[in-house]
């Protein structure tokens, strides 16, 4: 069993880390607070320029052609300096590109993938509905098909991003079948008429926004995956879901270490009673703890993403590494403020941020609760109807 880095991988690693380092550290805590589309737009053109979007993509649409874990290696390294960059990074890797990447027919792929790698281009994945959360195979949108198009209507909400996306990746009912049967996708551009981004909704660490659709006409090639082309659609997708989610705690590894990183700098200077605070054991413990759980919860990490390139991401490791991985990451940037003292809880030193942002990650791409919930299912072989 082999559990360390390729020399290959570690060369990436250095690579992007002395790029953050060099190009991206100097403002890295300021980014988020001057977030705006065209902030996101300028920031994610110059690091694309870099070589650092689209890294998993295949290289004839202008991506990297890396293996996703390679890419999400550099994620890691590029969140531990600027978790604002990250964020961009893994938009263009594991994030919502996944689903053009792994299932869209070439026509699609040609027409949204060469524009992701060269930033220009920001896809949402709209799956929440009001009464549809958890419970996502309950949503009730539908497209209907009429002479070589499909009208969709309904309603999103919570979706990451819906102010700046060029396109959404659209859940919906193609047919009336009950549950997840008659759920696909379709991707549905921005300016389509009828398609609406509504009131900004604030959450402790940054923005979401309602999506509505109105008779959104769109031509059936803009079709990701229908149960009328693939039976078990709805499944197909949440697998693809299992890769997208894999790039969110790859960013969380990176915002971790960066906290670790922080504190253990800040427990060697700060000085109390004539020494430094590194040297009272609780500060030490607590570091300790810290170290520990994010060593932890990346070798769950990189198993879950070590299967993810030949399309066997298994569902297991996933919940695994996400529970253990977002839990960790928000003790860790707690204790992180904890170690700063009053310093820790001021905006100036960054570390609020990194809790309140890393925050929903227990609850937006499933809450820990539901995965828990799926890894009892694959212990005990049973089957929870959560309906009964
Ligand atoms: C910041 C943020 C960004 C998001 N971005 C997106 C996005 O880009 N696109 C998108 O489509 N969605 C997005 N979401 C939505 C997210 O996926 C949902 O919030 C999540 O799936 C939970 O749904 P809900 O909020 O309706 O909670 P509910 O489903 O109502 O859950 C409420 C509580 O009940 C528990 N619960 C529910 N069912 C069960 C069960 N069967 N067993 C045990 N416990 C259960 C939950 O764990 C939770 O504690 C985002 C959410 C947030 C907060």
Partial sequence: MDLTLSDEQRELVRWASEFAESKLAAEAMLRQDRDSP????????????????????????????????????????????????????????????????????????????????RGAAAISVAMT????????????????????????????????????????????????????????????????????????????????????????????????????????SYKRLMQTYNVERLGGLFELLGIAQLALDKSVTYARERHQ????????????????????RLAAARLLTYKAASSADNGTVSRLDVSMARVTTTEMVQQVTSDAMHIHGGYGLTKEFGLEWLYRFTRHHTIAGGTSDIHRSMIASDLTGLHFDHRE
Avoid at 141 to 161: D, M
Avoid at 276 to 284: D, R, T
Wanted: aromatic share 8%; hydrophobic share 45%.
């Fill in 273 to 292: 009673f004539g020494k430094p605070i590194a040297s009272f054991q609780a500060v030490q413990l607590r570091l300790a703890d810290m170290a520990m």
């Fill in 38 to 117: 065209a902030e996101w737009q300028n920031h994610s053109s110059f690091l694309a320029q870099q070589g650092l979007l689209g890294l998993s993509l295949p290289e004839q649409y202008g991506g990297g052609g890396l293996k996703r874990l390679d890419a999400l290696l550099v994620v890691e390294a590029v969140s531990r300096v600027c978790p604002y960059s990250g964020a961009i990074v893994r938009w263009t890797v594991g994030g919502p590109s996944a689903f053009i990447a792994e299932l869209a027919n070439p026509e699609l792929k040609a027409a949204y993938l060469p524009d992701i790698a």
């Fill in 129 to 232: 509905e009001p009464d549809a959360g958890t419970a996502s195979s309950d949503l009730t949108s539908r497209a209907v098909h009429t002479n070589g198009q499909y009208t969709i209507t309904g309603s999103k909400i919570f979706i990451t991003l819906a102010d700046r996306a060029t396109a959404f990746v659209v859940y919906c009912r193609f047919v009336e079948a009950g549950g997840d049967a008659g759920v696909g996708a379709i991707i549905v551009n921005r300016d389509a008429p009828g398609l609406r981004v509504g009131e900004r909704i604030e959450w402790m660490g940054g923005n979401v926004y309602p999506l509505y659709l109105d008779d959104v006409v769109v031509d059936e090639a803009q079709v990701l995956i229908s149960p009328q082309g693939s039976k078990d």
